[in-house]
């Protein structure tokens, strides 16, 4: 089976980076999404499980129908067989009316279990027979109704562990894991960094990005993010509230990463201060001329050539901002012509897909 081009830019869109291990997810996926099995997502909160089951479900021949995703740890133990399979009005207090439950509602389509290891015993037996027979009973109703659902479910605990303490039925594990999919943490791909900060900064006005230096780049990509991607999706938003269209330097981004300390006031910054150059490849939004035409210390020279090719460097960054990465509208905008800009791009190590 071959991936076409738009499926290609739609999973490359949702698995944000070029690492080996965003590289490898994509490809798992591509896989798994062929087939109809169930599929147990394993990795750390906030590596982006929900974002992998729902690129499952559009990558697979169901993309047309429903996705539902369920917390299963949110859900009250009394509740989540009502939630799951619906209920019949009177069936208990408080039912009203007759309710279709998730699997019902996603027939034909997918139903993603998050945080499966935190359902309940009673409701592991009941969740097995369904997997088994492909059928739902609705609670107060005695109609079987066959359902023809896809079922990925998620989970960040060691299920092993769970098994050997009675806590997790080894049957329905078997179930649900015929594919298990590992999510990778975000420091084990931390070269994905850079671009996953332009992700979560492309439809943030301009004045609201904020630029990241060498150093607060090389801090961020040193940084455990025990938070992983949802964690610094919660970075990008602090740094932008407290310090929007700033270039922000390692003790900016220090303080950031504790958002405690992130309210303290930001020492003052000597305007002798020598500009420290950002490197292309790690700049996460346009460096603005301004960020680095500063005084030199008296007797110091100026680098002239280095100055003209960071301000160069930042106008080709504003441009493709302006233009949504089209680099033939992006060279209208910098009036030159497209092979030009695309030179440039190449000398000053900016990837951007060509259009």
């Not at 499926?7 to 080996?20: F, H, M, Y």
């Not at 291990?21 to 599929?39: D, K, Q």
């Not at 405690?260 to 292309?280: G, K, M």
């Not at 002239?304 to 089209?326: F, M």
Request: aromatic share 4%; proline share 5%.
């Amino acid at each position: 089976m071959t991936v076409g081009h738009k499926e290609q830019v739609a999973l490359e869109a949702s698995i944000i980076g070029t690492s080996e291990g965003a590289a490898r997810l994509r490809e798992m996926i591509r896989r798994v999404a062929r087939s109809n099995a169930s599929v147990m997502l394993c990795g750390p909160s906030g590596s982006g499980k929900e974002l992998v089951a729902r690129a499952i479900h559009h990558e697979s021949a169901r993309a047309g129908n429903a996705f539902s995703a369920i917390n299963c740890g949110a859900i009250p133990g009394e509740l989540i067989e009502s939630e799951l399979f619906g209920h019949e009005k009177g069936s208990f207090t408080g039912a009203h009316a007759r309710r279709i439950g998730h699997f019902e509602a996603s027939e034909g389509g997918t139903i993603f279990l998050d945080e499966i290891g935190d359902m309940r015993f009673d409701m592991q037996v009941k969740l097995l027979r369904v997997l088994e027979d492909r059928t739902i009973v609705r609670v107060g109703s005695s109609e079987v109704k066959p359902i023809d659902v896809r079922v990925i479910s998620a989970t960040h605990q060691d299920l092993g562990a769970a098994i050997a303490e009675g806590k997790f039925r080894e049957d329905l594990f078997f179930r649900l894991g015929v594919v298990v999919l590992q999510v990778p943490s975000l420091a084990s791909r931390a070269e994905d960094i850079p671009a996953l900060i332009r992700h979560f900064q492309r439809k943030m006005p301009a004045d609201a990005k904020c630029r990241f230096d060498a150093g607060a780049m090389a801090t961020l990509m040193q940084h455990r993010w025990p938070g992983n991607v949802r964690e610094l999706r919660n970075f990008v938003e602090r740094a932008s509230v407290l310090h929007g269209g700033e270039t922000l330097d390692a003790q900016d981004v220090a303080m950031l990463l504790n958002p405690t300390a992130a309210l303290a006031p930001r020492p003052a910054v000597p305007t002798s201060a020598a500009a420290v150059p950002v490197r292309p490849n790690d700049s996460a939004a346009p460096l603005p001329a301004a960020a680095v035409a500063k005084t030199p210390a008296p007797g110091r020279p100026i680098d002239l050539k280095r100055e003209i090719e960071t301000i160069e460097l930042e106008q080709i960054h504003v441009a493709l901002d302006l233009a949504d990465g089209i680099i033939s509208e992006a060279a209208r905008l910098l009036t030159l012509k497209r092979t030009t800009l695309i030179e440039k791009m190449r000398k000053y190590g900016v990837y951007q897909q060509a259009a």
